[in-house]
């Protein structure tokens, strides 16, 4: 089996944006992209480009990915745009992987790109509510936030996990995105705004729930045995995994697990010869609070329940013993949905290579990563495992 | 490089179903697709499933792979919902190929479905509109039969390519669609209807444009090596080649080329080993009749502007040197868009075991056949070689 590197990785400003449109914030993330590489690629290396998106279709452009590619100077490569909900990001970076893995190209793009804060509300509220399942939980009225609601509250009630708990995400998150120059919001909160702030769908607050946010990212992904043309320290993808899951939570084999990360990171861990104590840094799923502490437990950072005390002991901290989300995450750094799964990857891809922007962002000594990029309520769940 | 085949087809019946949705249009190509499978094939061997489909997240439902996945029965494969446009089918059949080729799975799906007379008119105006160029095109009024005519108009100007010739290909895919049960429409056409039938837009009326379908299709992919697991008689996927283009038609080479057809035949030919006079039987992406024209040219059927011609001779019907769209192609078996290029696989799957519905169909002594699948007005073309 071949094997795969990332030489590349860049990430246009996360935020709200009126005047760039998909076309332009790809185009900021792909020039930062090339500007990454260590020696230079000559564009026309290129063979391939897969853009995780959601909203085209919905209200903005079809044939998108062919769009973003002539629009960076791509015009005949094998471009593809990959669809699933807010893991699309995730499963463009596995889909590239494999590309150059079966040999078909050398040199690839996985990117994502979303344009979400210049759409009217209603349009904004339909789209994404259609990623979760529409016949039994969408036509019944749920959200996004009363779905993962319904996860909170039961794992309260199983495990005991506290409303404190719950904003201490919050309040680690702004303050990792805090010192991110690209994330959308650069400040800190306290634990007592996090818990005081109003109810979006009670056990869940607005500091609980991720935000709208324009955005794009690429990574530049080739063969390993090529990687040393574009620099000297490439970062490799050492296993994926993926799975999906049956959409509506009732129909699920627990509602306080995503069973698609628990399979996705098992095969993830097996392809990378790793287990969940040799990851020194991730950036994990937190659309909402609940699924942070969701992923401790399904990516095996503790045991199932133990989330809760997970944060509140400071273990996922930057400077803790397994820092999660040191960007800032969904939280804080934004949520630009097919762009989040490979804005993950450029979080670590620059935490291993420790060229993060700030020395106090830095994961010190960080040599194994993983992101974890989850579509809908779990519906699908991609995880990579990255390394030195 | 690992070899591909294909063991198992299926396709559901083309038309207007207002009691199905994409669940049940999926299931129903599914299940015709394993029951295809001459030795049978236990469902827990599939690892993936890639879906074509484009009007999902318009205004049907996100994260839609998963969601056809769970309800045909695979809760936690690798799925992927992939999206070009009309070309959304033949990149489902080349990336689940390429999955099979990197080793990640050896038995994967491609399919696709889609879900088109049981929305407004205005959505779906809308929603086919988007796929070609936005800003210079659909906002300046432009729809895809304007666009199409507006190509035509220059074919018939450069190469004296007249409306009769146009409605020839009418009236060729229009008896071929008369021969097969699951076409959308299964009638013959006279040259006179079909010439004397209203404007769409000059010079295009109503017997040159496709119609709007409901319908889906499914191939069962695998590691050759494996193939005689499954049956006796696999298809070999020999080549594949993808290519975007500029959307708008004025950024392009050339008004009357399809220049992403002719890289992607290139390459798909090239990786074949086989030349155009290899081809035995071809399904190719006639959404106007003009496209078939294009489609005979740039595939290299004939020279540049003898496409006109090669209709006029007959060489494009059963029984011609070069049968193209045995089946009725998209003009009479109908154009469910995620389902396009995986339901011409079905056909050239069946072409090449001689397994078509009627006799009269086949394509006598048929080895080698092609597929040819275009994204709006050409932004994406996927071309891949099929062989006994």
Known sequence: MKKVAIVGAGQSRYGEFPEKGIKELF??????MLDSVDKGVDPSRIGAAYIGNLGSGGFQLGNMSALVSEFVGLPYVHTLRVENACASGGYAIVNAAMDVMSGAHDVVIAGGVEKMTDVSGVKQKYWLGVSGDTEYERLAGTTFA????????????????????LSSVAVKNHANGALNPKAQFQREITLDKAMKSPYVARPLNLFDCCSTTDGASAVLICDADIASEFTDTPVHIRGFGTSSDYLAIHDRVSTVTLEGTK??????????????????AAEVHDCFTIAELLAYEDLGFCEKGEGGKFIEEGRSKIGGDKPVNASGGLKSKGHPIGSTGTGQAYEIFNQLRETVQKPSRQVKGAETGLIHNVGGSGGTVSVSILGR
């Open 27 to 32: 185009l900021e993330a792909y020039r930062d």
């Open 146 to 165: 009363g779905l993962y609601a319904l996860i909170a509250h039961r794992h309260m009630h199983e495990f005991g996990t506290t409303r404190e708990q």
């Open 263 to 280: 399979r996705a990171a098992r095969a993830a861990y097996e392809m990378a010869g790793v287990t969940p104590t040799d990851i020194h």
